[in-house]
T-cell receptor, first 114, second 114 residues
Framework: DAGVTQSPTHLIKTRGQQVTLRCSPK?????VSWYQQALGQGPQFIFQ???????QRGNFPDRFSGHQFPNYSSELNVNALLLGDSALYLC?????????????FGSGTRLTVV | AQSVTQLGSHVSVSEGALVLLRCNYS??????LFWYVQYPNQGLQLLLK??????LVKGINGFEAEFKKSETSFHLTKPSAHMSDAAEYFC????????????FGGGTRLMVKP
């Protein structure tokens, strides 16, 4: 049973550029959440998608946007990259209506902005 | 708003010694509580979770945690540390609503000495 798959695993971008990160949820899950984990810190919630709509959003600027596709996979887009956007971006999938099942995390995408 | 405090950003124990990682939370509603482990350059792996029912929760790799509502705590323990337990540990809380976001603590790095 495939878990959460994220791509790419690493990438390097220049300040001001745009980036797209991708996530395929665990089989059977329908909800995708994105988290940013800066070096030495705990993950911070960016937003959550369910039924192809953004349902919740953390304290992140509009430069961060996302999308969910009919097959439940998701993308995270970041525009006008800043050095401070360098972090590990984690995708987590879950099943709506079953919070006791928990969240399954992918291995993350390491973004470096130079 | 929810929050999580992990006391001690670094904990060092000898192999075979008791592991105790502390987590205190604040939540305005009955919480769901989680412990995740993160190995270097990897994503988050669920160790255990408390949703409802028995307050002593057993997880993988010999870890367990006890939900104490009166103390708003969810400390993680393991009777005997192994070298392979060296990793970063994160406590997280959600408010129990289906698919709701996780709020993480800052993490505790566990070091195991031979």
């Amino acid at each position: 049973d495939a878990g959460v798959t994220q791509s790419p695993t690493h990438l390097i971008k220049t300040r001001g550029q745009q980036v797209t990160l991708r996530c395929s949820p665990k089989s059977g899950h329908d909800t995708v959440s994105w988290y940013q984990q800066a070096l030495g810190q705990g993950p911070q919630f960016i937003f959550q998608y369910y039924e192809e709509e953004e349902r919740q959003r953390g304290n992140f600027p509009d430069r961060f946007s996302g999308h969910q596709f009919p097959n439940y996979s998701s993308e995270l887009n970041v525009n006008a990259l800043l050095l401070g956007d360098s972090a590990l971006y984690l995708c987590a999938s879950s099943l709506k209506g079953r919070p006791n099942y928990g969240y399954t995390f992918g291995s993350g995408t390491r973004l470096t902005v130079v | 708003a929810q929050s999580v405090t992990q006391l001690g950003s670094h904990v060092s124990v000898s192999e075979g010694a008791l592991v105790l990682l502390r987590c205190n939370y604040s939540s305005s509603v009955p919480p769901y509580l989680f412990w995740y482990v993160q190995y270097p350059n990897q994503g988050l792996q669920l160790l255990l979770k408390y949703t409802t029912g028995a307050t002593l929760v057993k997880g993988i790799n010999g870890f367990e945690a006890e939900f104490k509502k009166s103390e708003t705590s969810f400390h993680l323990t393991k009777p005997s540390a192994h070298m392979s337990d060296a990793a970063e540990y994160f406590c997280a809380v959600s408010d129990g609503n289906a698919g709701n976001m996780l709020t993480f603590g800052g993490g505790t790095r566990l070091m195991v000495k031979p």
